[in-house]
């Protein structure tokens, strides 16, 4: 499952079912650019041609170099350390299919993670934001790990009803439409409770006619993590 998750509520913003063999990069393809936009994306995603034509839209991007990618400096800019910013150059690229794929220049970013002791490379075509803002949106890319979690961790699929493509697809959209559901209703009655408690109060209230806000301020709500098997228990306990 390809996912663009738009980090202002963290909702998927468009989301495609694909079989194992589709590689990443080829996503793009199925994706309308928002102007303005700033799309950050793994290593898996850099293909030079796709992002001149993001760079055309005109959108923004910011991505993980991979080991091979070959760039030429033309010019530095001063840098503090102390961020974690090790340097910030204007590139181009090198091989003659990559500078004729992307013919405009790029900005390389390298940035050391003290926590993880890990040395990150990024290139963008955002030429004015700070180099220490570049490396920190870097990091929101991280919410969709956790939204994919989440998935995982509070609507598992235990059975698919069908096993044609359409019943497969149809579960997993039915899945994705409640997260974005019961996060909408997080944000826009500003519930201070986690989307997994909101999900358990529906699940207990759905067929109660009252007001949604009387549902989560009615009782005292506790977190209980839940527990995750693979397996279902054969007894009970």
């Known amino acids: 499952m390809h996912t663009l998750l738009d980090l202002r509520g963290n909702i998927p913003s468009f989301i495609a079912v694909t079989d194992g063999k589709f590689h990443e990069v080829n996503i793009w393809d199925h994706l309308i650019p928002e102007v303005g936009a700033i799309y950050i994306m793994d290593r898996a995603y850099l293909d030079f041609s796709r992002l001149y034509l993001l760079h055309q839209v005109p959108a923004f991007f910011v991505l993980r170099t991979k080991s091979n990618t070959v760039l030429r400096r033309l010019y ?5 350390k102390h961020t974690g910013v090790r340097c910030d150059q204007i590139v181009v690229p090198v091989t003659y299919y ?4 992307y013919p405009a220049k790029l900005r390389r970013i390298k940035y050391y993670d003290v926590e993880k002791d890990k040395r990150l490379t990024f290139i963008t075509n955002h030429l004015n934001l700070p180099a220490i803002t570049v490396a920190e949106l870097y990091k929101c890319r991280w919410q969709v790990e956790i939204f994919f979690k989440w998935i995982k961790q509070h609507l598992r699929i235990k059975n698919f009803y069908g096993t044609s493509e359409n019943a497969v697809k149809t579960q997993i ?5 409640i997260y974005v559901l019961v ?11 986690s989307l997994y408690t909101i999900l358990q109060i529906l699940s207990i209230t759905l067929f109660e006619k009252m007001h ?14 839940p527990y995750i098997a693979n397996q279902l228990n054969l007894f009970e306990s």
Do not use: E, H, M, P
């Open 183 to 193: 996060a909408i209703i997080k944000k826009r009655l500003k519930i201070d409770l």
């Open 76 to 80: 530095s800019s001063g840098v503090d």
């Open 98 to 101: 990559s500078r004729k794929a």
């Open 173 to 177: 959209c039915t899945a994705i439409s």
């Open 212 to 225: 949604i806000l009387q549902a989560f301020t009615a009782f005292r709500y506790n977190y209980i993590a």
